[in-house]
């Protein structure tokens, strides 16, 4: 309906995204890395699940700055290592925990980073955040939506009862 589009394109409803996963752009010999090379986690599923799978903001304003929490779940079974690269834009930076040394976090446990956005314009801004592990590199995207333009129809126009083949108007303000 137009209600449903106004309030999606001005980020009051989003479809949720719980299922979706994040993408494992490459592997890596866990050997060179590991003693325990061996996971109950699939291949096709990084070791750590992030929540919320993607980072969006919306209804900012330019020159504010913006924090959100990005969590990382060991979804192993062993101890494993994280390290999260700062992404390649100058809105957004990446805060790790004071806590985490050595980057090893142990099996079910959550790491919490902070993501910061300090936007320098009222648009659209949109990169991706590298995640390595000792199996493998996956991203995370991160977004902003700036403003949108949209015209705001009614649901539904009532003509009320009128004759029928005869012509009839109703107007209504956009």
């Known amino acids: 309906t137009p209600s449903q589009l106004a309030a999606e394109l001005k980020g ?8 979706k996963r ?12 590991t003693q325990n090379v061996e996971s109950v ?5 990084p070791l750590f699940q ?3 799978p993607e ?6 304003e ?3 700055r913006y924090t959100t929490s990005l969590s990382l779940r060991n979804n192993d079974n062993v101890n494993r290592r994280i390290k999260v690269l700062n992404p390649d834009s100058t809105a957004f930076t990446i805060e790790a925990p004071k806590h985490l040394k050595g980057g090893k976090v142990a099996p079910g446990m959550e790491v919490v980073f902070k993501v910061h956005f300090f936007p320098r314009a009222a648009q659209d801004y949109a990169c991706e955040l590298a995640c390595i592990t000792e199996r493998e590199k996956f991203v995370i995207s991160l977004a902003a939506r700036g403003p ?6 009614p649901d539904g126009v009532d003509f ?3 004759p029928v083949r005869k012509q009839s108007q109703e107007a209504f303000l956009l």
């Open 12 to 19: 009051i409803e989003r479809l949720p995204a719980t299922l």
């Open 22 to 33: 994040p993408q494992v752009v490459s592997l890596f010999n866990m050997a060179e890395f």
């Open 41 to 45: 986690v699939p291949l096709n599923e």
């Open 50 to 52: 992030p929540s919320p």
């Open 55 to 60: 980072v969006i903001f919306d209804k900012f």
């Open 62 to 64: 330019p020159l504010q």
């Open 148 to 153: 949108r333009a949209c015209f705001e129809f």
């Open 160 to 162: 009320v009862l009128q």
